[in-house]
Structure formats: structure tokens, C-alpha cells
């Protein structure tokens, strides 16, 4: 007998401020989509701004928004003040995993292994070797993400970086593999492996179909494999995340493995790495957002 559903009315917030609006929404309309197949009424809700319109007759909300007011904590504050379940890690969470200086912080006192690493703001020299990657320290999709292997290279990046914030992580740059980790209900999925143009997942890399090819489950020895799972469990656990999320690892060629990010609100697009691994350990695309959805709760 089919299990009933813990919510009837729901709505997804899609969308958002961010510079990571058009992925939201793309995310937002397929969860909607999702629900609405494993039998929710879902409502789609286009966040414009830092705040929320929600309905008295909304039980619960899936939060599809990526980047600012999404990933940050913003939203969750909001939800929890009105009481609302939603999905997702809580507002203290998502602002340690989506501020990259706070996560390192956190990774370094659980000893969890991450890429060495200096955050700098306007004006401030570099002290890492190249070749270095530099991003933003609040921000997701890749945007405003640069790999530098050139001096001459390096102050056309950081110049772009700090156009998404004040600080920019500039961390050392590790040779090797994309691996990645989806967790869904406490419990990791498959590993997926990315393989992009010149072993470089931006943007385009990421959002563009066909782009990048993807390995589910990733060509890796049961003991690497159960070895990310592993530490991305410990991430997950060191930043305080429930419902589900990504964790983003870098399979150095020596065997090590570096955590580089946590996503909490990974996305849902038809490039999407959490539906993929989904799908590799049987679940279709509606049960992972009705197995979302189930996790939804306040504060």
C-alpha cells in the first residue's frame, strides 16, 4: 500500500535574487512538476525579491532557490519565523555550507581534508602557488569562478570574482578527478563522476547539455567509493544539514580526497547531478521530490 503523503498543498519557491535566478527557476519547474506527479497539489512561487508571498492553505514549502535568500539561511529565517515547514537544512546550516570561509573553518576543526587555502579581499596579494582556483565566498553555479595557471591570468580573475562579493576563497588547485556525493534523507546515493571540457566544471560546463559527461556510478574502487561517502556523511554531519544535499569532492591523483564545497540546495535541472544519482539507486524523479518533500520541518 502506497505511503500517504505527509503534506497535500505545497508550494515551491523558485527564482530568487540571485545571480543564479534562471538555474532556480529551471529547478523550481521541475520539482513542480515532480510533486505535482507523485501526488502533491504544488504551486509554483516566483521570488522576486527578499521576501515571501505564501498562502494560510500552504502546509509546506520546497525550496528550489539557489544562492542568495535560497542557500543562505535568508528564506529559512523567514519560514521558521512564520512557522512553515520547509525542506531542506535549517537557517544556521545553510549559512555555514553556503559561506565558503565559514565552511573551512568548520572543516578544519572536524579535520576534514580541503583544498590549502587564503580569503582576500580588494587590494590583498596572493600568497598561494599557482595554479589556484578563485571564487567567490558566497556563491554557487560556478559563477564567478576562475582556475588560474598563468600569472598574467591572475588579476583579470580576482578582478571578476570580487564582482560577486568582497572576499574571494582562493584555494590551491587540485589535479584529478570530479567526484560528488547526493544525500537524501541521511543517506548517501551513488557517486556520480563529472568529466568536463579540460577537466574544468564551470558554468557552461554545468548548465549547458552535452557539455560534460557523467558516470553514475562513478569508475572508482568500492573503497574510494565508500570512502567519500564516508566524509561527505561527515560534512553533512559537521555543518549541522538534514534533508538532503551535495557534497563536491576532488579525487586527487595520489589517492586523497579533498572536500571542496557542501551544497544544500543542489539543483534540479535535466544536467542536475542529486536526480542522477537518484536515479542510479532506483528512485524516478517524482519519488526523490516526494522523499524531499517528506523531510520538510521547521527550524
Not at 582556475?147 to 582562493?170: C, I, M
Not at 560546463?205 to 568500492?222: H, L, R
Request: hydrophobic fraction near 40%.
Amino acid at each position: 500500500m502506497a505511503e500517504i503523503n505527509k503534506f497535500k498543498k505545497v508550494a515551491v519557491l523558485m527564482g530568487g535574487p540571485s545571480d543564479e535566478r534562471e538555474v532556480s527557476l529551471r529547478s523550481g519547474r521541475a520539482v513542480v512538476s515532480g510533486l505535482i506527479n507523485a501526488g502533491y497539489e504544488a504551486l509554483a512561487i516566483d521570488v522576486t525579491g527578499d521576501d515571501i508571498v505564501i498562502g494560510n492553505d500552504i502546509e509546506a514549502v520546497f525550496i528550489a532557490l539557489h544562492g542568495r535568500f535560497g542557500e543562505d539561511g535568508g528564506v529559512q529565517a523567514v519560514l521558521d519565523e512564520r512557522g512553515v515547514p520547509y525542506t531542506g537544512s535549517g537557517a544556521e546550516a545553510s549559512c555555514a555550507a553556503f559561506d565558503k570561509e565559514i565552511s573551512k573553518k568548520i572543516f578544519a576543526e572536524n579535520r576534514i581534508m580541503s583544498p590549502k587555502y587564503e580569503i582576500l579581499s580588494c587590494h590583498d596579494q596572493r600568497t598561494l602557488p599557482l595554479p589556484v582556483v578563485c571564487k567567490p565566498t558566497c556563491q554557487g553555479s560556478s559563477i564567478g569562478v576562475h582556475r588560474v595557471f598563468k600569472e598574467s591570468d591572475w588579476q583579470p580573475a580576482v578582478t571578476d570574482t570580487l564582482k560577486f562579493g568582497r572576499k574571494a576563497l582562493v584555494e590551491k588547485y587540485v589535479e584529478g578527478r570530479e567526484l560528488t556525493v547526493g544525500i537524501v534523507g541521511g543517506e548517501p546515493l551513488p557517486l556520480v563522476e563529472i568529466v568536463a571540457p579540460n577537466n574544468w566544471y564551470g558554468y557552461e560546463a554545468k548548465y549547458t547539455k552535452g557539455e560534460s559527461k557523467y558516470f553514475v556510478p562513478a569508475q572508482v574502487s568500492e573503497s574510494i567509493s565508500d570512502a567519500c561517502k564516508s566524509v561527505a556523511m561527515d560534512v553533512f554531519h559537521a555543518l549541522k544539514c538534514r534533508g538532503f544535499g551535495r557534497v563536491d569532492i576532488r579525487l586527487a591523483e595520489n589517492g586523497d580526497l579533498y572536500v571542496l564545497e557542501m551544497n544544500s540546495i543542489p539543483g534540479f535541472t535535466e544536467t542536475s547531478l542529486l536526480p542522477k544519482a537518484a536515479a542510479e539507486a532506483g528512485m524516478t524523479f517524482p519519488a526523490l521530490c516526494d522523499r524531499i518533500m517528506r523531510t520538510a520541518q521547521v527550524g
